[in-house]
């Protein structure tokens, strides 16, 4: 596509549910990242593939977090056991290369709310 | 740790008056500033970034900004602002030029209000 693409937009989960969000990033874009942005606050990192691998998982908050990207093309972030806590957009945003300073486009978001 | 500052959680500004978003970092190296904006319900677009040569950087939409080493500043301005233009705004800061891709830092982020 000609974007990032972020699926579901808006998600209700009740607490304890399990979550998945799905990243579809720019085709052929090596570099792949997942934000949390909460209310009122500036995105914050959570994790990084390269192509499959995942280089960087240090803002995971725990390990109810995981993400994965099998193919090293759509990305999926679960959350499992959610807690009100998690509540906040989950940005994805992907790369064409592999180094710092490519540009980096970030997709619209899925909205979590737990409750 | 690297470190992004926006100090104006909220400014307001007239359409057609000049616009100064300020941004302080703290990181080890010079890194990639970057500018976003991010209007409501929408993700984040990138207004311009600068990793060296000419201290003052072109964006797109008339944005521009001013990398000050001494005072670790990567303030954003435009000199005349469209009502368009209201939304949030986000300073980042990244690992330096030819280092893995990795995480950007962001700021807490600048409102914009524009009035008529």
């Known amino acids: 596509g000609a974007g990032v693409s972020q699926s579901p937009r808006y998600k209700v989960a009740k607490r304890g549910q399990d979550v998945a969000l799905r990243c579809d990033p720019i085709s052929g874009h090596v570099s792949l990242f997942w934000y949390q942005q909460a209310l009122g606050q500036g995105p914050e990192f959570l994790t990084y593939?390269?192509?499959?691998?995942?280089?960087?998982k240090s803002g995971l908050p725990s390990d109810r977090f995981f993400a994965e990207r099998p193919e090293g093309s759509v990305s999926t972030l679960k959350i499992q056991r959610t807690q009100q806590e998690d509540s906040a957009v989950y940005l994805c945003?992907?790369?064409?290369?592999?180094?710092?300073?490519?540009?980096?486009?970030f997709g619209e978001g899925s909205w979590l709310t737990v409750v | 740790a690297q470190s992004v500052t926006q100090p104006d959680i909220h400014i307001t500004v007239s359409e057609g008056a000049s616009l100064e978003l300020r941004c302080n970092y703290s990181?080890?190296?010079?890194?990639?500033l970057f500018w976003y904006v991010q209007s409501p319900g929408q993700g984040l677009q990138l207004l311009l970034k600068?990793?060296?040569?000419?201290?003052l950087v072109q964006g797109i939409k008339g944005f521009e900004a001013e990398f000050k080493r001494s005072q670790s500043s990567f303030n954003l301005r435009k000199p005349s602002v469209h009502w368009s233009d209201a939304a949030e705004y986000f300073c980042?800061?990244?690992?330096?030029?030819?280092?893995?891709?990795?995480?950007?830092?962001f700021g807490t982020g600048t409102r914009l209000q524009v009035t008529l």
């Open positions: 945003a992907s790369s064409a290369g592999a180094t710092s300073g490519n540009t980096i486009y």
């Open positions: 593939f390269q192509n499959e691998a995942q280089l960087d």
């Open positions: 980042a800061v990244g690992p330096p030029f030819g280092g893995t891709a990795s995480k950007l830092t």
């Open positions: 600068y990793f060296s040569g000419d201290t």
């Open positions: 990181y080890g190296a010079t890194p990639y």
